[in-house]
């Protein structure tokens, strides 16, 4: 008889975000003049940039002419676009090459689909609170997963814990949800530590173009050793506005084996099996990112979102409350006032200023007692946001 994967119950169930939905809803129901500002969304609102639209239809045309048409792409990626992204990581200042690049259908699906290079009883290291999919991905996969907590007295910015070891570590810097960032000291810690008891870290660099400090590395091939312990995952999504067009990139170095098995050789097989390839057109678009004209672009698009970060920061500031984020990432995650818990001021906030955010509840034990902001909303809303905010805690 089938037997269908009983691990979907040991899912959590999706309460927060349809909570979150309820309440807000029952809100606008019963106040229908009032306007609610949704400051929780860790989704883009700025369009594409002018140069990859441009891409884009250039490619859409290719696609009706037999002399430029394209059939099946390659399935770790088009030549020219992995190309693009090793001059980016030399640029940054980490040597990545080519054919260590494989062009993805955006993060989340490689951070379900990388888990096929590693048996199932290895255990798995989050570092919470996470972004959810590491916990949820390795629950199906029915693997064991060991929790790292972090909090105030670290900024949210764990370090090695010998006494909790792993065999595969999920690092995400700039952090969702918490913004906190690792410097390179920090993340070196977790390189050395990963080196030392042969563990591999999944690195989740989806935030990198937000972080401004000189000492917060953008990809953890910066640091020594990090091409014999990890792997890399980004995503167009937050850079580039990609979160509907759909693109991303994994980085898995040739340096990286374990027991007598290379794992850019594994992927390279892995993708020919999972995939055909990425779209033509979507990899011509992500291309355009890569022109002098194409960063420009997608940098004042991160500009008008940092700048509403500001907004959230000054008022935090300004009402002395505690926080991290918003310098290197579009997050803010602030302790929650006068010790009410992330349901509590969430109602607080929808009840006196309109304003809803996300209780930090929804990314693990502790998160209670915090509040994420995500800044990717309308410059003009998320500044009177933060000015109700600010109003309101000044209280
Ligand atoms: N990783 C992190 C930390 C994210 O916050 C997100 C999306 O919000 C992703 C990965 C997924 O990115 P993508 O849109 O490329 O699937």
Known sequence: MLKPNKRYGELKDTYLFNTIYRKTKEYSDANPGKKVFRMGVGDVSLPLCGEVIKALHKAVDDQADAATFHGYMPEVGDAALRRAIERYYRDMGAEVKENEIFISSGACDDLGDILELFERDNTVMVLEPAYPEYVDTNILSGRKIVYLNSGEENGFLPRPDRKLTADIIYICSPNNP??????????????????????????DAAYEIFIEEADVPHSIYELDGADRCAIEICSFSKTAGFTGTRLG?????????????????MW???????????????????????????????????????????????????????????????????????????WEFFDYLLREIQVV?????????????????????DPEETKEAADRLCKLLKK
């Open 268 to 342: 390279s097989r892995n993708r020919e099996t999972r995939t055909n390839g990425i779209s033509y057109i979507l990899q011509k678009g992500a291309l355009a990112i890569f022109t002098p004209e194409g960063q420009k672009q997608i940098h004042e698009n991160i500009r008008v979102y940092k700048e509403n970060a500001s907004y959230f920061m000054e008022a935090l500031d300004t009402a002395n409350i505690w926080y991290t984020g918003g310098k290197n990432s579009p997050y803010i995650w602030m302790k929650c006032p006068d010790g009410m818990s992330g």
């Open 357 to 377: 955010g996300i209780p930090g509840d929804g990314f693990g034990e502790c998160g209670k007692g915090y509040f994420r902001f995500s800044t990717f909303g």
């Open 178 to 203: 918490t913004g906190a960032a690792y410097d390179r000291k920090g993340l070196k810690e977790w390189v050395d530590f990963a080196n030392e008891i042969g563990a591999v870290i999944l690195f």
């Open 249 to 265: 990139y994994t980085v898995v170095p040739k340096n990286l084996s374990r027991d007598g098995m290379n794992l850019n050789e």
